[in-house]
């Protein structure tokens, strides 16, 4: 018992923090040296989901993605210890709380309880890097592709628009102006045709799409459809609101009498 209690303490110390936040840095260091001189292998990483980059690009560049590993490790650490210490700040308001009114004891645990909100956030994070979608389909009319387990489609209109040869801006003249598809999409219990454009995606039964240009030379352009499914988008957008809100009362409580008194 003794032995478990010291091993608690210690995952929960200040000086293990440290520690860790020091080899975090110097783990990002040799990290970004890594990502500037080999950026064809970790820019994939916005087209891949992480498991799916690790079988594609990881098995031939373990000598090259090896401090990722590190990080992961490092970052659990962190997580451990600042979970331990808010458990640890928690639990000793919690006793203390007849000493408080309960405005005073909610006050004193918003730090801990944004800590919290913070792992939630993470937590949805790590949801879509594993077990969502995220595909780059090239678009070719008239073709059925496979966007989801059991989701169909099929391009069926590409419609693009080019700034004029008139235009007053030089360098715009008979560039890309927008470009929007026609895709129809079924389940096996909806179809649907949507309309997709740049900076205007559509989403449908948890599958958002999105219309990407790769390149464009002269009045030739290379599209590509993108089909994501983020599982853990929700979980982020609550654990934000939650510690948006928490932060701000806390600061009001804290800076508004103090303003008072002043006035």
Sequence with gaps: MRLLKRIFQILGSIKLAFYLLLCI?????????????????FKALN????????????????DKIWWLFLLFLLLFGLAINTLI??????????????????????????????HLCFFLGLFGHLLSMTIGI????????????????GVKGKIVGQNCVYYPLEAQQI????????CRISLEIANSSDKRLI???FLHPVSWHGLS????????????????????NDPGAKLTLISDAMMCMLMGWYFMVLYYPKRRKRE
Excluded: H
Excluded at 94 to 108: C, G, L, N, S, V
Excluded at 171 to 178: D, E
């Design 134 to 149: 995220n595909q780059t389909l090239p678009i070719k009319l008239g073709k059925e592709i496979d966007l989801a387990a």
């Design 85 to 114: 210490c808010t458990l640890n700040k928690l639990a000793y308001f919690w006793r203390k709380r007849k000493q408080f009114t309960f405005r005073e004891i909610i006050y004193k645990m918003t730090p801990s309880i944004v």
């Design 209 to 228: 799409f999105y219309l990407d240009k790769v390149k464009t030379n002269d009045r030739y352009v290379c599209l590509n459809l993108v089909v994501k």
């Design 195 to 197: 309309q997709i454009s």
């Design 47 to 62: 087209k891949y989901l992480f498991l799916e980059w690790l079988q594609v690009y990881g098995q031939k560049n373990t």
């Design 171 to 178: 360098k715009v003249k008979g560039l890309l102006k927008q």
């Design 25 to 41: 840095a110097l783990t990002l260091a040799i990290g970004s040296y890594y990502a500037a001189f080999y950026p064809k292998v």
